[in-house]
């Protein structure tokens, strides 16, 4: 165990706690969620809008709650993310009509993709900076990371096996994936009731955090000196995201489905080792990092990942193809405890809740994308493919506008 872990407080392990409960029933749903939209009736295509219209409307459910995070209450704002959840997945649960399952995934919290969308890490990661120091951020960050990658891999598993056994006890396969998603919205209450838990001292106290708070407000974003690169890290990290919103785990997930026939159950301990590995890689960060500075190890890790992404589809074997994607998830996350301490780096104190709201909205944006496209090539069964390629080929686009732009920005790298 680090050192570095000594420093954080009891909030911070109840920030570290409701990461790890959020992570890993984001991780369970991500297994089942396209299957069970399928089971109960849409299309792929309809499959593939409504993610679309769900991470869209947790784009505007982040803006409204993180611009007003400090001001309100960022415990009040957490609690209200959770019953979001919780609204979510009953609603998911409970109706099969497409137009339904559009306004309850717009309005709600739902992660598609087994990474975190909504209000809730923008939060916590301006929480966790004021516990740690600027030396020891980038691994306080990368435990987090960890932290958050095997509760996804656990998710991923529990919803293979749990299925699984469900079945094997007689329960039809339309309610086995229905009671992962009833298991979500479980989670978003015992979430409420740990966000409660918060002390005062993770809230808003000091007079730039107060002004920031006011400045949202009344503005957009909250940011002022670090406007504009803000505004060039998101255009970037959006970029990103819309690359990786072609092979977010749910659709991984349902393409090795539709490649090689592989069923909820094997396919919960494939994402479970592949997150495992993931977050291992997360740890190896800050040390990288602390060498040879957190812009070149963003590009050093993730480019060669988004290589061995463009070869997934290329693989005529499940086994080969397992093997690639657990090589790749074993360096492809050592760029987000780096992006993130990177992001609370380059700006002010003050304007670290607005930075990492604004870069985690552009995030959601890029992704939200995404997934009307892929349901539409997953209609098809020859384009199925096609969406490791688009996502390699634009994942490697950002890697490298990334470097040429800001590795020359030496205001940080600790």
């Known amino acids: ?39 109960i009736g849409l299309s792929e295509t309809q499959t593939g809008l409504l993610l679309t219209l769900t991470l869209g409307g947790d784009v505007a459910v982040s803006v409204v709650l993180t611009t007003r995070a400090d001001r309100f209450g960022r415990r009040r704002t957490l609690v209200i993310g959770a019953l979001l959840m919780i609204a979510a997945a009953i609603a998911f649960a409970s109706v ?29 990661q301006a929480a966790l900076s004021h516990v740690v120091t600027d030396e020891t951020r980038t691994e306080v960050f990368a435990w987090y990371t960890l932290a958050g990658s095997i509760a996804t891999a656990l998710g991923a598993l529990a919803a293979g096996a749990g299925t699984r056994v469900l079945q094997q006890a007689g329960m039809g396969t339309t309610n086995s994936y229905r009671a992962v998603v009833a298991s979500y919205a479980a989670l978003g209450l015992v979430l409420a009731i740990l966000f409660r838990a918060l002390s005062p001292a993770t809230e808003a106290v000091s007079v730039g955090e107060r002004k920031a708070a006011a400045d949202r407000l009344g503005g957009i974003t909250g940011l002022h000196e670090s406007r504009r690169v803000v505004a060039r890290l998101s255009a970037l990290f959006a970029l990103d995201a819309f690359g990786g919103g072609f092979v977010m785990q749910t659709f991984a997930a349902y393409w090795f489905y539709l490649r090689f026939g592989v069923e909820p159950a094997t396919l919960g301990t494939i994402f479970f080792a592949a997150n495992i590995l993931a977050g291992i890689s997360a740890l190896t960060a800050s040390r990288l990092a602390s060498r040879i500075g957190l812009v070149e190890t963003m590009v050093v890790t993730h480019l060669p990942s988004n290589v061995l992404l463009l070869l997934i589809p290329l693989m005529p074997t499940l086994p080969l193809a397992v093997a690639v994607l657990l090589v790749r998830f074993s360096i492809s996350q050592m760029d987000v405890p780096t992006r993130q301490s990177y992001v609370m780096a380059v700006v002010p104190p003050d304007e670290r809740s607005a930075a990492a709201g604004v870069t985690g909205v552009a995030r959601t944006i890029g992704a939200a994308i995404s997934p009307m496209f892929v349901g539409v090539l997953f209609a098809h069964p020859r384009l199925i493919n096609l969406p490791f390629f688009i996502a390699g080929t634009l994942k490697i686009a950002y890697d490298l506008a990334l470097y040429r732009s800001f590795v020359t920005a030496r205001r940080d790298v600790s």
């Open 1 to 39: 165990m680090s050192a570095v872990l000594g420093q954080v407080s009891r909030d911070g392990w109840l920030l570290f706690s409701t990461r790890f409960i959020r992570l890993f029933a984001y991780g369970a749903l991500s297994v089942v969620l396209v299957f069970y939209l399928v089971d």
């Open 96 to 124: 099969h009509l497409f137009w339904l399952l559009v306004i309850a995934g717009t309005i709600g919290v739902i992660s598609p993709s087994g990474s975190e969308v909504g209000p809730f890490l923008s939060i916590e």
